[in-house]
């Protein structure tokens, strides 16, 4: 039996309905459109046979197959919603308010049981990031921030407390995906000079440090992302600061480290400076994909041991998109960047297209993995808003824009569990399409009538690195060189470089003298006080003058100096005129 079409839920100012997935593309008759201009959220269960929406009045719940109404809530300020992993409960999240008195609001979190229709319980939550609940995969626990303590709930019942992860100032978790046994990651923001540590726990071992199953800690983090990989092996932080003390970014500072359960922990090296822009697991659980640098920026793929395993080279790029099956990845640059996609082959790591979805605010993969949803929706823009289906080998295949008084709010795929649809090997022939290609004229640089008739000489802002396989050839005997390797080649070839250029330096001198000098021989002499004591004091102060040289040079070329060494260089006026006073006294 072929497995079904995924739907595609659209919500905006024309309703909520439901498009028939690749290759109809029509309006889906199972779920009956919502025309009210006030739909605020939807969602799909984990496994997309219950859909969730709020149109301004209520909370309505339906199964997607047999378009029957299962549940309805009245919860007209709704914002948010989320099913649990097994579709056993129904969380909503509204807008927390206090009374006009001062006195606390009401519960503004409620867990909805989605069989009965029963509220399971009502927490106050003030924030709406973080918001929903987190459940393990087999809903055996669920885990909430509260007052910096994470309160752990089994079995879904949520009156009582089964665990608590208490740490002085929890600021984020995350549960680990899969079976059991369930992992935590927890993140501690650091204070007066102590340092910021992500810790990994299994559950419900929280013993203090010792019990956890890893620890890493590092400055400049103001807030963190961590990713757990599918496998629940190993933890991606990103790290980030607000503002970047140097200057050099508008984005903050940001490092990427490494956490695996087994308690090994590093600090991943990327080769160009700038922000990170995008980390992602390729589902398979051994490799990991950064995109970063000062643009064009550098898209990596690193292996377990933080080794780069292919470089893409640069280009206008600030996300990556791994498919559900993890054979294809797509690099994009969306946002201020123009739209341009490639689709790279991961196993070969070869190129199977480039199109261009331009002025594109979201991506999805559909869970097929072989088709692609790109759009644009408002409030990021409120022009030209409409979605996109593509096949990853390029082709347009679905095209939809409102009408330019109506706007687009959100488009998702309906999820599928794993295994439903079988990995398909890789094409890299464009699949036949109906519609033109995508692709926009590209703009002619504007050139003065004096150039007009003469031969155009191209020249580039940046030039773009290519990509290159990091990975040791097979069948040949040099072996990757460790960091510590690498480091010590870099200190060793800088050393050499050094040693001839002083050489070089030498030869020169040794000619210019020579050629100043009628007798080569006669070296000039030199001059000394005939006290010991006052030559060495002479000798130091020399020295001391080179080295304030030295680092001024340092400060010209925009190396940021440390406190004493802008002490030292305040100093030289005396230095100068010590030395003066002592050679007068020769």
Not at 143 to 169: C, D, G, P, S, Y
Not at 257 to 267: F, Q, R, W
Not at 534 to 550: C, M, R, Y
Request: glycine share 6%; hydrophobic share 35%; net charge positive.
């Amino acid at each position: 039996m072929a497995p079904p079409a995924p739907l595609l839920a659209v919500r905006g100012s024309e309703g909520l309905y439901m498009v028939n997935g690749p290759p109809g593309f029509t309006e889906s008759t199972a779920f009956q459109r919502d025309s009210g201009k006030n739909c605020k959220a939807v969602a799909f269960s984990k496994d997309g046979s219950l859909f969730a929406w709020c149109n301004g009045e209520k909370v309505n719940i339906v199964n997607v197959t047999s378009a029957e109404l299962l549940r309805s809530f009245d919860l007209p300020k709704a914002v948010c919603l989320e099913f649990s992993p097994k579709n056993n409960v129904l969380a909503t999240w509204q807008a927390y308010t206090t009374a006009k008195d001062g006195t606390a609001g009401v519960p503004n979190l409620q867990l909805h049981d989605v069989k009965t229709g029963k509220c399971l319980k009502s927490f106050i939550q003030k924030k709406m990031q973080n918001w929903c609940p987190c459940w393990a995969d087999d809903e055996s626990i669920c885990a909430r921030n509260v007052n910096n303590e994470v309160h752990f709930f089994e079995n879904n019942n949520f009156n009582t407390i089964a665990n608590k992860l208490h740490l002085q100032k929890v600021n984020d978790f995350v549960l680990s995906p899969g079976a059991q046994p369930t992992k935590v990651a927890v993140y501690v923001p650091g204070s007066k000079g102590a340092p910021s540590f992500v810790r990994l726990y299994q559950y419900p071992n929280f013993g203090g440090p010792q019990s956890a199953l890893a620890n890493k800690s590092f400055f400049k983090a103001d807030k963190v992302t961590m990713l757990w990989n599918k496998k629940a092996t190993a933890v991606l932080v990103i790290a980030s600061t607000e503002v970047d003390k140097t200057g050099a970014s508008y984005y903050g500072e940001q490092t990427l480290h490494y956490i695996a359960t087994n308690g090994e922990s590093a600090v991943v090296q990327l080769p160009k400076n700038g922000p990170i822009y995008d980390v992602v697991w390729n589902p398979n659980s051994v490799e990991f994909c950064a995109v970063y640098g000062f643009m064009p920026a550098k898209a990596t793929v690193f292996n377990l041991k933080c080794d780069p395993v292919f470089d893409f080279g640069t280009g206008p790029r600030n996300a990556a998109y791994y498919s559900p099956h993890g054979h294809i990845l797509v690099l994009a640059g969306f946002g201020n960047l123009r739209g341009q996609m490639e689709v790279w082959d991961v196993k070969n790591y070869k190129l199977i297209s480039k199109p261009v979805a331009s002025d594109s605010t979201y991506f999805a993969w559909c869970p097929d993995g072989e088709h692609i949803v790109t759009a644009t929706c408002a409030p990021r823009l409120r022009v030209s808003n409409g979605y996109k289906i593509w096949h990853y080998t390029g082709s347009l295949l679905h095209s939809y824009e409102v009408p330019s008084n109506e706007e687009m709010w959100q488009v998702t795929w309906q999820p599928f569990l794993d295994g439903v649809f079988p990995v398909k090997a890789v094409k890299y022939q464009a699949v036949p399409s109906e519609l033109p290609s995508a692709e926009p004229k590209p703009a002619q640089a504007y050139r003065p009538p004096a150039l007009r008739n003469k031969p155009v000489t191209s020249s580039k802002l940046h030039e773009d690195e290519p990509p290159q396989n990091m990975k040791p050839q097979l069948g040949s005997s040099d072996k990757p060189l460790s960091k510590t390797a690498l480091k010590n080649q870099r200190k060793h070839e800088a050393k050499k470089a050094a040693k001839q250029e002083a050489k070089a330096d030498a030869n020169q001198e040794c000619t210019q003298s020579s050629a100043s000098q009628n007798a080569p021989q006669s070296a000039v002499p030199v001059v000394t006080s005939g006290d010991p004591e006052v030559d060495k004091k002479i000798k130091n102060l020399k020295k001391k003058l080179k080295a304030i040289e030295q680092l001024k040079e340092q400060a010209a070329a925009g190396k940021q100096l440390e406190k004493n060494q802008l002490e030292k260089i305040q100093k030289e006026t005396a230095l100068l005129q010590e030395l003066e006073d002592l050679e007068l006294g020769l």
